[in-house]
Nanobody
Framework: QVQLVESGGGLVQVGGSLTLSCAAS????????MGWFRQAPGNQRRLVAG???????KYADFAKGRITIFTGDTNNMVFHDMKDFTPEDTSVYYC??????????????WGQGIQVNVSS
């Protein structure tokens, strides 16, 4: 069992920045790749950014230039720094962990999600 817990969400002003954190616990040895997704009401969940232990990154187009994603010292936490928020970024953000096959697979691990609201 792997548990993922997100933190750091809330309200951010347009143009502001926010840091999200994802802590992994349990059988964390199974986690090879971690990343962030988001899902607005009525929309599909989509990738924001992901990282593997070697530091190889993958970003969605909308996130490029706005995202810094990195792991913690113990390799059981991943951080998501995002800047220049717009109202379109309002969404529930999810942490995802997977094995070396990648993310968003049927057996991937997910956090409960954390709400991020953007206001003017």
């Amino acid at each position: 069992q792997v548990q993922l817990v997100e933190s750091g969400g809330g309200l951010v002003q347009v143009g502001g920045s926010l840091t999200l954190s994802c802590a992994a616990s349990g059988d964390i040895y199974k986690i090879n790749v971690m990343g962030w997704f988001r899902q607005a009401p009525g929309n599909q969940r989509r990738l924001v950014a992901g990282i593997n232990p070697g530091g190889i990154l993958k970003y969605a187009d909308f996130a490029k230039g706005r995202i810094t994603i990195f792991t913690g010292d113990t390799n059981n936490m991943v951080f998501h720094d995002m800047k220049d928020f717009t109202p379109e970024d309002t969404s529930v953000y999810y942490c995802c962990g997977g094995d070396q096959r990648g993310l968003s697979l049927p057996d991937s691990n997910w956090g409960q999600g954390i709400q991020v609201n953007v206001s003017s």
